[in-house]
């Protein structure tokens, strides 16, 4: 009798935690995906390398329901090519959209769901470096929680440096250039440090980011961050290095859930559907913010 009433009050007990955990804290679903030259322009369009075909409806069917099944409340949207290939993808009625102002096919951007109040910032330019090198700039919203705001800015960074010394001679061009959109990064976290707001930092890097990385080396000197992705290596198309990440600094870090690290894979297997899908896949991660 009196096991039975100890094993009753510690249920009880355990109930009774797990629901104030539950009332002082909100969790928050938050991606980043890499869309893969995703445009309604037809083939042969001049904005489009000649590899690159456009999906057709099916594709587009498809990417709506793997968006559905990732389900998330925040996605850094990289390769876009405007809101209404985006809107394909995620259902306006589902998802806000927010893109930057480049010019260029392939635009970063973020897709918010519907009931989380955000406020857009201007395009961090400085990552783009100069508009004839067709790089891009940096997405970048607040979110307004319950608790105060969360400011995440989405990027989308040079390709061709994934792994290599940042004054690489045999990669001198792709290196260099990677090296120069490191201190804009900075500054835009010194901003945040210097106003005690907690942020994220989400997209594709091209970068294969630890704690032996130059790059996370500089990012990290720069405020102290959590690196979701540290130590695990992306399902996605066969076993491979992380290069899109989500980071966090500021109080943000506390709210990362690190063991919550997802990757949704694709069920459609072949070097066919890189194409038609994305040659990247969603990564995710869940936040526990607290009330």
């Known amino acids: 009798m009196f096991e039975r009433r100890w094993w009753r009050a510690a249920l009880c007990a355990l109930a009774f935690c797990l629901l104030t955990l539950a009332a002082q804290a909100a969790e928050l679903k938050v991606a980043t995906w890499n869309l893969n030259w995703l445009t309604d322009r037809p083939a042969g369009d001049h904005g489009l390398p000649e590899d690159v075909h456009p999906r057709s409806a099916d594709d587009f069917a498809r990417l709506r329901q793997y968006a559905l099944e990732l389900n998330a409340d925040v996605v850094a949207l990289e390769e876009v090519d405007g809101r209404e290939a985006a809107a394909r ?21 973020f897709a918010v769901r519907r009931g989380l109040h955000y406020e857009v910032n201007p395009d961090v330019t400085g990552i783009e470096l100069n508009p004839e090198l067709r790089l891009r700039s940096g997405a970048d919203i607040t979110l307004n929680l319950a608790t105060g705001r969360l400011r995440i800015l989405a990027v989308h960074l040079k390709t061709g440096c994934p792994k290599q010394r940042l004054n690489s001679r045999r990669l001198r061009e792709a290196c260099n250039e990677l090296r120069e959109q490191i201190a804009p990064i900075q500054d835009w976290i010194r901003a945040r440090q210097s106003e005690h707001t907690p942020f994220l930092l989400m997209g594709d890097f ?19 961050l959590l690196l979701a992705t540290e130590g695990h290596s992306s399902p996605c198309w066969g076993h491979e290095s992380f290069i899109d990440h989500i980071i966090a600094g500021g109080t943000a870090r506390d709210w990362m859930q690190r063991d919550t690290l997802r990757v949704l894979t694709y069920r459609e297997t072949g070097a066919a559907w890189k194409a038609r899908l994305s040659d990247h896949c969603p990564v995710s991660v869940r936040l526990l913010v607290p009330d």
């Open 89 to 109: 993808v995620f259902p306006p009625d589902r998802y806000s959209l927010h893109l930057t102002h480049d010019h260029v096919v392939q635009r970063v951007g």
């Open 206 to 224: 091209n970068r294969w980011l630890n704690e032996r990385d130059q790059v996370w080396q500089a990012l990290n000197r720069t405020a102290p």
